[in-house]
């Protein structure tokens, strides 16, 4: 329940400029708080004079109230729905299917509302849009309080993120806010009992943790992209739209987005959308090294990725590394050469289709989970490597 304390409020008007549902006014020069708050949390953050107060009873909840998996669409300004969301729909109808409930999506941004379409088509039943000039760019300031409030409004049992840049920083706010526990950076979801499943890397990568949440909700995890498939579209299934009326001041954000640098080179494919990658490791760390790769990368179509050691050495940009400090990528081939393979780098990239591993050490753990295996010096393997391809035409 949310409480106001009118003997304490100043009339600031903070906390209506912050309320993204416009339900706070003021009267009297005090603020009031209308019947449609969602306990967002917005105007008890702002509150210079801790007149606002919000209790959540996390305990003894009735679990029957929660039902539903959401996810929490990203995606690329006006462009296109990143990946990632279409990954999660698609794990997301399974999980629904599993226990008997629907699927949703909240997507925000601004003129986003055409995406909603494609949405349905990958899995979801309801599309909660919510647009705003405001949230063209993520901002945690714009899209926390819209979320949680979305959140504590409908009662989803089980909220799913992308485990990207913006996902790993919007999921813990939105999960503090309500008072929740999270499980980041999951590489596998599934259904334990009625309960939502969460498995991800612990320990250094070492050993993989399953986790769940019996006693609260929603359940809440963040997902890695390219772990999970997404379903193949389907243009004749139907859903419903509802449009979320928000009114956010850019105005009172803390922090303004000035400028925004991609890291990437211009032309480059990312390369967790690549449909090949040639990564390099510790045994391609030498002058000349990864100019061989390029060579191959370029025959191939495809791009350059790298081990953790490649960027700690400087030999590569932090942007193409792959692993579970890195990028997760699942592309149709991926050629590892001189990677040992350590488990923090399988699990960026055991996904994929297909695997080459290119290693002088016969015993190097990559050769485990390889679909192919070549044991020599990359720099007899990968010139006859390419000497072949283009041979046959770049196939």
């Known amino acids: 329940m949310i409480t106001l304390i009118a003997e304490k409020c100043i009339g600031c008007v903070k906390c209506v400029k912050v309320c993204p549902f416009g339900v706070i006014v003021m009267k009297e020069k005090k603020a009031v708080i209308g019947d449609g708050c969602t306990l967002c949390g917005a105007c008890e953050t702002v509150c210079p004079v801790d007149a606002i107060t919000i209790e959540r009873v996390v305990k003894d909840i009735d679990l029957t109230h929660y039902s539903g998996v959401w996810v929490v669409a990203e995606t690329e300004g006006a462009q296109r729905v990143k990946n990632v969301t279409l990954e999660l729909l698609g794990k997301g109808r399974e999980l629904a299917g599993l226990i008997g409930q629907s699927v949703s999506c909240i997507l925000l941004g601004n003129n986003v509302a055409k995406f909603a379409d494609a949405l349905i088509c990958h899995g979801a039943d309801t599309v909660f849009i919510a647009e705003s000039e405001a949230l063209s760019r993520y901002t945690a300031e714009g899209f926390q309080p819209v979320v949680t409030g979305l959140i504590a409004q409908y009662a989803p049992c089980i909220v799913l993120f992308g485990a990207t840049h913006a996902g790993r920083d919007l999921a813990p706010r939105v999960a503090a806010s309500l008072g929740l526990g999270l499980t980041a950076d999951c590489t596998g979801l599934s259904i ?52 979320v009326p928000v009114s956010i001041d850019a105005s009172t954000f803390r922090v303004a987005i000035k400028e925004v640098r991609d890291s990437c080179q211009t032309g480059v494919m990312k390369i967790d959308e690549a449909d090949i990658i040639v990564s390099g490791g510790r045994g391609v760390c030498t002058n000349g090294g990864f100019a061989l790769l390029e ?92 000497a072949e391809v283009k041979m046959n035409g770049g196939r």
Not at 221 to 238: F, G, S, W
Not at 356 to 365: L, R, Y
């Open 192 to 243: 334990l009992d009625g309960l939502l499943l969460q498995t991800r890397p612990a320990f250094g990568g070492n050993i993989m943790a399953d986790i769940i949440c019996p006693y609260t909700r929603p359940q809440m995890a963040t997902v890695r992209p390219n772990v999970m498939k997404m379903l193949q579209p389907d243009v004749n299934r139907q859903g419903t739209k509802v449009v």
């Open 295 to 386: 060579e191959l990368a370029g025959t191939l179509s495809g791009v350059v990725g790298c081990s953790r050691v490649a960027v700690d050495l400087g030999f590569r940009p932090k942007s193409v590394q792959v692993g579970q400090s890195g990028t997760t990528v699942s592309p149709k081939l991926y050629i590892a050469v001189g990677i040992s393979g350590s488990i923090q780098h399988q699990v960026g990239m055991k996904s994929s289709d297909t695997i080459v591993a290119i290693n002088k050490d016969p015993a190097a753990p990559i050769f485990q989970i390889a679909d192919f295996g070549i044991v020599g010096d990359y720099r007899e393997i990968v010139p006859a490597f390419v």
